[in-house]
């Protein structure tokens, strides 16, 4: 798929689109992506993507990903989990997470979708107080 029209799609997609490698490092990072986590993308390309979670999981998800590639047992691949993302700000935020993986040109890549689920959760507390 041609590069222009990868972003463009992307770009279009409600829900945050991040790129990583097979390192975590995150090679794309969607319109949407910073507006949810607050970070323009000349911040976050390149880096770890890690970066965009709290602990524990910030400081385990590089052996999540060995876990995968040496088990083939996905976790979250193919089920998808709900999370928490951590913003620039330092605030975190609950999200569904999905993950999808490919192949381009020899490099083995993961495409996660972020789905925010904040105000759901809120209209869920506020269900919950009122009864
Ligand atoms: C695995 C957390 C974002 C790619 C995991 C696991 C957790 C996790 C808990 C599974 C650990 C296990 O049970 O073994 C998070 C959190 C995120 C996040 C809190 C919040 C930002 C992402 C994104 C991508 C991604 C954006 C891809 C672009 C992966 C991959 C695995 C993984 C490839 C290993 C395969 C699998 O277990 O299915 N992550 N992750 N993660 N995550 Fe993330």
């Known amino acids: ?3 222009g029209l ?3 799609l992307m770009d279009a997609a409600v829900d945050a689109i991040i790129v990583i490698d097979d390192k975590g490092i995150i090679q794309q990072f969607s319109e949407s992506a910073t507006v949810l986590f607050g970070y323009a993308p000349e911040e976050v390309l ?3 993507v890690s970066m965009l979670m709290p602990e524990p999981d910030a400081r385990h998800h590089d052996q999540y990903i060995e876990n995968y590639k040496s088990s083939g ?3 979250i691949i193919g089920i998808g989990r709900d999370v928490r993302g951590q913003r620039k700000n330092g605030q975190t935020f609950p999200m569904h997470l ?3 993986e490919t192949r381009l040109a020899d490099q083995h890549l ?3 979708i972020c789905h925010d689920l904040s105000s759901y959760k809120n209209a869920l507390d506020k269900l919950a107080a009122a009864e």
Do not use: P, T
Request: hydrophobic share 40%; no cysteine; net charge neutral.
């Open 110 to 112: 993961f495409v996660g």
């Open 98 to 100: 999905s993950v999808g």
């Open 46 to 48: 390149g880096n770890n």
């Open 1 to 3: 798929i041609e590069q």
């Open 6 to 8: 990868a972003s463009a």
């Open 73 to 75: 047992v996905g976790k």
